[in-house]
């Protein structure tokens, strides 16, 4: 099974701000990559596939990076409906589908 | 705009086995693209895939579940079903379904989840 590491758990920053999450695996994943975020009492979304993709109708500010093992999500200009959690999860090789721990983005 | 809904008990006693549906909507289960999954978060906690099945009834199952856990699908209904064994409160969570494109990749449409408490 593919390990997701997420850092850092939890993120403060202020508003306007740009925001860097990291998300490791434990073997090669290739782009095989998406990430999403939750909000509380919500369902995630799906922000970003094949690593750097983003999904329809997400906004320019969100931006993936990596390949193989390191991996970044970042959101350049934080709104205030950007304050959540964040997830990654590799698509590479499964099952089992993983995903990572979860970086929360918190206001500071 | 595709729409799934997640449906069963909230409260199951342990040791006996959870049961879900999921309706979809807006969308054919029997579509070629797509598979349709499960996936859990316990309260506070992050998320774990359970599996996943494509139209024709092919199953993907975590191996950390796979001896309790069943998918199965009613293309007739537009609808897929959880069914998972021998629950104890480690159990408890909220359970989603969701759809996946591009092959058992990514989750692009969700359930809004439904929670699920193991309890006597």
């Known amino acids: 099974e593919i390990v997701m590491t997420q850092s850092p758990a939890t993120l403060s920053v202020s508003p306007g701000e740009r925001a860097t999450l990291s998300c490791r695996a434990s073997q090669s994943v290739s782009s095989d990559l998406a990430w999403y975020q939750q909000k509380p009492g919500q369902a995630p979304r799906l922000l970003i596939y094949?690593?750097?993709t983003r999904a329809t109708g997400i906004p320019a500010r969100f931006s993936g990076s990596g390949s193989g093992t390191e991996f970044t999500l970042t959101i350049s200009s934080l709104q205030s409906e950007d304050f959540a959690v964040y997830y990654c999860q590799q698509y590479n090789n499964w099952p089992p589908l993983t995903f990572g721990g979860g970086t929360t983005v918190e206001i500071k | 705009q595709l729409q799934l809904q997640e449906s069963g008990p909230g409260l199951v006693k342990p040791s006996e086995t959870l049961s879900l549906t999921c309706t979809v909507s807006?969308?054919?289960?029997?579509?070629?693209?797509?598979?349709w999954g499960w996936i859990r978060q316990p309260p506070g906690k992050g998320l774990e895939w359970i599996g996943s099945?494509?139209?024709?009834?092919?199953?993907y199952y975590n191996p950390s579940l796979k001896s309790r856990v069943t998918i199965s699908v009613d293309t007739s209904k537009n609808q897929f079903s959880l069914k998972l064994s021998s629950v104890t409160a480690a159990d408890t969570a909220v359970y989603y379904c969701?759809?996946?494109?591009?092959?058992?990749?990514?989750?692009?449409?969700w359930g809004q989840g439904t929670l699920v408490t193991v309890s006597s």
């Open positions: 099945i494509y139209y024709s009834g092919n199953t």
């Open positions: 094949g690593a750097s």
């Open positions: 969701a759809r996946l494109s591009g092959y058992n990749s990514r989750h692009d449409y």
């Open positions: 807006g969308g054919s289960i029997s579509s070629s693209s797509y598979h």
